[in-house]
């Protein structure tokens, strides 16, 4: 695996690989990641992963500062897992004067949006310049961050790039959590609870498919259910897949997001949900 640190070293590197697969990365990589890295490779394309802690999709008094940085053992996990090129750009290589053509993508201020100003446009800002880098066939992302890939495909097919994007399922620990760079901020107790943020959104599924047409009061009881142990809710909101709004009665295939602090951890999660049909 060749580990480069500026844009012309990239460029260089994949003129000479050919058509690839891109897999954007913050670091600190955990089996989500290297999945990504595994479907790239079950592609046959040489595969393309970008290590960089992106301080536009940060707000102030979040956690870019302390975001776990463990480049030796990133690299030897994506080597192990068939990464041909690995992309690590300094803040300045990545941004060499102040960046202006950020892009301001629908549904921006939406869920994780509405509680992280400017958060999307800082990723979608990001991406895009990787995309120009690096020109990849296919993108993945892990679906764990559903708004941030139903965002880039929309961004990819408003823009007419020619480049696949791929989501990829979430990876779970055995008691169900959704493995995130960010668990590691969790302390003993509040790792022993955090389960409990996909078993909330078991629980909200189950109803949906049982029928349940009261989505407000789903949304209300599953938050407070989180409230009572302990948890600050942002969000639990059941949302059409096709759309990421609100979904018409007549949508069967939904899918259950959800936002909340245990301390001082912001966590997040989904799951897809094909309800009964209901007829108006
Ligand atoms: O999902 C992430 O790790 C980041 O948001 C991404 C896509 C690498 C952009 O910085």
Same mark, same amino acid.
């Given at each position: 695996?060749?580990?480069?640190?500026?844009?012309?070293?990239?460029?260089?590197?994949?003129?000479?690989?050919?058509?690839?697969?891109?897999v954007?990365?913050?670091?600190?990589?955990?089996?989500g990641h290297l999945q990504l890295i595994?479907t790239a490779?079950?592609?046959?394309?040489?595969?393309?992963?970008?290590?960089?802690?992106?301080?536009?999709?940060?707000?102030?008094?979040?956690?870019?500062?302390?975001?776990?940085?463990?480049?030796?053992?990133?690299?030897?996990?994506?080597?192990?897992?068939?990464?041909?090129?690995?992309?690590?750009?300094?803040?300045?290589?990545?941004?060499?004067?102040?960046?202006?053509?950020?892009?301001?993508?629908?549904?921006?201020?939406?869920?994780?949006?509405?509680?992280?100003?400017?958060?999307?446009?800082?990723?979608?800002?990001?991406?895009?310049?990787?995309?120009?880098?690096?020109?990849?066939?296919?993108?993945l992302f892990g679906?764990?961050?559903?708004?941030?890939?139903?965002?880039?495909?929309?961004?990819?097919?408003?823009?007419?790039?020619?480049?696949?994007?791929?989501?990829i399922?979430? /990876?779970?620990?055995?008691?169900?959590? +959704? =493995?995130?760079?960010?668990?590691?901020? %969790?302390? &003993?107790? *509040?790792? #022993?609870? $955090?389960?409990?943020?996909?078993? /909330?959104?078991?629980?909200?599924?189950? +109803? =949906?498919?049982?029928?349940?047409?009261? %989505?407000? &009061?789903? *949304?209300? #009881?599953? $938050?407070?259910?989180?409230?009572?142990?302990?948890?600050?809710?942002?969000?639990?909101?059941?949302?059409?897949?096709?759309? %990421?709004? &609100?979904?018409?009665?007549?949508? $069967?295939?939904?899918?259950?997001?959800?936002?909340?602090?245990?301390?001082?951890?912001?966590?997040?999660?989904?799951?897809?949900?094909?309800?009964?049909?209901?007829?108006?």
């Amino acid at each position: 695996m060749q580990m480069l640190h500026t844009v012309a070293e990239l460029r260089a590197a994949v003129r000479l690989a050919g058509a690839v697969a891109l897999v954007p990365t913050m670091g600190n990589l955990h089996a989500g990641h290297l999945q990504l890295i595994q479907t790239a490779r079950q592609r046959g394309l040489p595969v393309v992963s970008s290590l960089f802690v992106n301080p536009l999709q940060f707000g102030p008094g979040e956690d870019f500062e302390r975001y776990p940085r463990t480049l030796q053992a990133d690299a030897t996990q994506l080597a192990e897992a068939g990464c041909n090129i690995l992309f690590v750009p300094s803040v300045t290589e990545m941004y060499p004067e102040a960046q202006t053509c950020r892009v301001v993508p629908p549904l921006a201020d939406e869920l994780c949006g509405a509680s992280r100003p400017g958060h999307f446009a800082g990723v979608a800002t990001v991406v895009l310049k990787l995309f120009n880098m690096v020109q990849p066939r296919i993108a993945l992302f892990g679906k764990k961050d559903y708004q941030q890939l139903f965002i880039l495909r929309l961004m990819t097919r408003q823009l007419n790039l020619p480049i696949e994007i791929l989501g990829i399922d979430t /990876v779970r620990a055995e008691d169900g959590l +959704a =493995l995130s760079s960010r668990n590691g901020y %969790l302390s &003993a107790t *509040e790792r #022993a609870e $955090a389960p409990r943020l996909y078993q /909330v959104l078991q629980t909200l599924a189950a +109803a =949906l498919r049982a029928g349940e047409t009261d %989505l407000a &009061a789903l *949304e209300n #009881a599953a $938050a407070a259910e989180l409230t009572r142990h302990g948890w600050q809710v942002d969000y639990v909101q059941i949302r059409a897949q096709s759309t %990421l709004l &609100a979904p018409a009665p007549t949508e $069967a295939a939904c899918v259950v997001l959800a936002a909340a602090r245990l301390g001082n951890t912001r966590l997040i999660d989904n799951l897809e949900v094909t309800r009964p049909m209901q007829t108006v």
